[in-house]
């Protein structure tokens, strides 16, 4: 079936519906933007929206601790890095960083 015949087919459902109390113009109106977005769906026009996933910052802590915190500890040497301006850390600073999150572990 062309557009033309949808929207006649559509414009007298519509007519035979509503009657006189909506002008024909809006009816045919009507009829017209119905087979349109039927057509603007089929060929994929119209986009369904989707809620953004997470990202792994902004989870709760039990889902990003779910697996034992691997995911968390793999990410350390981002974590060093964005703490002290991306500059390589010596023997010293390494050994006070550890002893500091054996201490919070404990």
């Known amino acids: 079936m062309n557009k033309a015949t949808k929207v006649r087919v559509i414009y007298r459902e519509l007519r035979t519906t509503l009657g006189e109390q909506v002008p024909a113009g809006e009816i045919l109106q ?3 933007k ?3 977005l039927d057509d603007a769906e089929k060929f994929g026009a119209v986009r369904s929206i989707r809620e953004q996933r997470a990202t792994f910052e902004e989870l709760p802590l039990d889902v990003a601790l779910a697996d034992g915190g691997w995911r968390v500890l793999s990410r350390e040497s981002n974590i ?4 002290f301006g ?3 850390l010596d023997v010293h600073k390494r050994a006070k960083l550890n002893e500091y999150g054996i201490g919070i572990a404990a």
């Open 80 to 83: 060093i890095n964005a703490t």
């Open 86 to 88: 991306g500059e390589e």
């Open 30 to 32: 009507a009829a017209t």
């Open 34 to 36: 119905l087979v349109e």
